[in-house]
């Protein structure tokens, strides 16, 4: 199991020499050559031993007493699009997930239709790229179960994730393949900590993929598509920081 630890380690060590560079939402990290290499060349490592050692192998788990008494937020804070901001005026009553692509059955799931579901709780730690952790309690339905609900195709393959805000004036998005789609931990978390997600932690839902680092944890997560491929969507490497800054799209911890 150490190799599980080597990106941990190799983005501790980048962050510790950015210095200025550790700006809120992991901004600027692409400017350094450290973060850059650790995360492109612990791809395919890390993904080798975490399907070697299990495709269902469970990150760490942790008691209410380890949780961290501040849970920082990454990424966007805020979302400007009118659309959300009046489903948040509405304390997000009349806003529903939708779930479509290469799916036999499109879904349409509205917000108290997911906490209506059965939930999966967990207590876990949350690994961002500029070096800072956090450990909170996440609570949401297991993707799996939409998964299913919506009947993947044969031909589906990976699992992409739109958001509702823009960042740097770029649609936010991220992606997932089937592996960690249907890992158990793999949940669309609506609650932190015992209470509905607020704004600056993704409102009204977020993915939580806890094997993988903080970046590919969508925030504001409005749609689902079932996809073949990832080429075409947006610049084609499956999320905003791969596209935009070459983050490696697998970023097993």
Known sequence: MRLLATRRRLIGLGAAGT???LLPGCDRLSESPSVVGALEGAEDLNRWTQRAFGRKALAREYRE???SPVF???GSR????PAYRRHAAEGFANW???LDGLVERPLQVPLHGLRAMPQRPQITRHDCVEGWSAIGRWQGPRLSLLLDLARLRPEARYIVF???DRYRGRSYYESIDLVDAFHPQTILAWALNGAP???AHGAPLRLRVERQ??????KFVSRIEAVASLEGIHGGRGGYWEDTERYAWYAGI
């Open 19 to 21: 210095g200025s560079l």
């Open 65 to 67: 007493a380890d949780m």
């Open 72 to 74: 920082r937020a990454n």
């Open 78 to 81: 805020t979302v400007d699009d």
């Open 96 to 98: 529903s997930l939708r």
């Open 162 to 164: 739109h958001c509702a």
């Open 197 to 199: 997600l607020d704004a």
């Open 213 to 218: 680092l903080g970046y590919k944890h969508a």
